[in-house]
């Protein structure tokens, strides 16, 4: 089940391994990772750091019902006959009501793309019954249940279900000390970023949420990561990003939709519009920070490894304490 509107899934290792480099070198003493906009989490389960407590986010209720009903043991076979699944199961699902752990598994895993809810598909290979429900369970099962649901112990990750301007809203209570600790406590969070890129498809919640992702605010949310930037150290993707925050990692992608296209394709590719770099951006205040210590590694890395005989006798002290 990796398919999904915007997912990570080609470059969620890449990605979880520099953004834990980049934090080591910043922000070592940081114990909590979050990410406000987890979608299927193919970044958050390459997060390995041991240090850190894992918390997954998203606004999408389904999605975050059925994320925690795979971390208890579920699969959707337990509910469904994979096989048989047809287009009168799928109207059926699709008509019910949130939350529903069921409706995101279709939802997602058995649609074009992984656009909620976009359209039925049903797929057969030669001599098998092969549903594309099974093959998106067979995606769970790979991808997600070692990770939610391991053999020793329970993940740690923790799951919540809310909009992502909730996060280190002030508890509603006079008590001072209640508020100092929420203080204490949201801060210094590496934070991962993945919110619906600017000028791309919004992500369909149908119901039970009045404030349709489609109508994302996009400068908003800078205004935010800006915000949040002073007390977390914050990654976001996206292709592009205000002046104050500077790119760190990139890479060059392609649109996969267009793949498989013959006549259209050709031209699109002639074009180059099918290529798209993936970024990662952190504020520049952040940046300043990171050279600043990899600057100071690379000196001590230097004068650690310099001749005796051809060094300054400061460097000399330095390195006989
Ligand atoms: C690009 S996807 C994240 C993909 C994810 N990184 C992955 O690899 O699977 C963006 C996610 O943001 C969620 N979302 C959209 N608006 C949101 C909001 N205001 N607050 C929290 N989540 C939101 C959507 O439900 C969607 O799951």
């Known amino acids: 089940m990796t398919r999904y509107q915007g997912g990570k899934a080609a470059i969620g290792t890449e990605l979880a391994a520099h953004i834990m480099k980049y934090a080591e070198h910043v922000l070592p003493e940081s114990r909590n990772y979050l990410e ?103 995606g769970i099962v790979n991808n997600l249940v070692p ?55 919004g992500y369909n919640v149908k119901g039970g949420d009045t404030r349709k992702t489609a109508d994302f605010d996009n400068e908003e949310f800078w205004t935010h990561m800006r915000e949040w930037s002073g007390s977390h150290l914050v990654f976001i993707s996206e292709y592009t990003a205000p002046d104050d925050f500077v790119c760190v990692w990139e890479k060059d992608g392609i649109n996969k939709r267009h793949l498989g296209r013959k006549s259209a394709d050709k031209k699109t590719q002639q074009k180059g519009n099918n290529r798209k770099t993936e970024k990662l951006f952190v504020h520049k205040e952040w940046h300043t920070v990171f050279e600043r210590v990899k600057q100071s590694r690379e000196e001590m890395k230097k004068q650690s490894t310099t001749p005796l005989q051809t060094q300054e006798p400061d460097a000399m002290e330095w390195s006989s304490e």
């Open 36 to 138: 406000p906009f987890c979608g299927m989490l193919s970044v958050l389960t390459n997060i390995t750091n041991p240090q850190w407590k894992r918390h997954a986010a998203d606004r999408h209720p389904d999605l975050i019902q059925m994320h925690r009903a795979i971390a208890n043991g579920w699969l959707p076979s337990h509910d469904i006959d994979l096989v048989l699944f047809d287009k009168h199961d799928y109207d059926e699902v699709k008509s019910r009501e949130h939350t529903d752990k069921l409706k995101a598994f279709i939802g997602f895993g058995t649609c074009h793309s992984g656009m909620y809810m976009s359209s039925f598909v049903r797929y057969t290979k030669l001599n098998t019954q092969n549903s594309s429900a099974q093959a998106a369970e067979a």
């Open 147 to 201: 990770h939610l649901c391991p053999a020793f112990g329970p993940s740690d990750i923790e799951f919540t279900c809310q909009d992502y301007r909730d996060w280190g809203c002030a508890p509603c209570t006079d008590d001072e000390e209640e508020q100092q600790r929420h203080k204490l406590q949201w801060k210094d969070w590496v934070i991962y970023c993945d919110p619906p890129y600017a000028s791309t498809n």
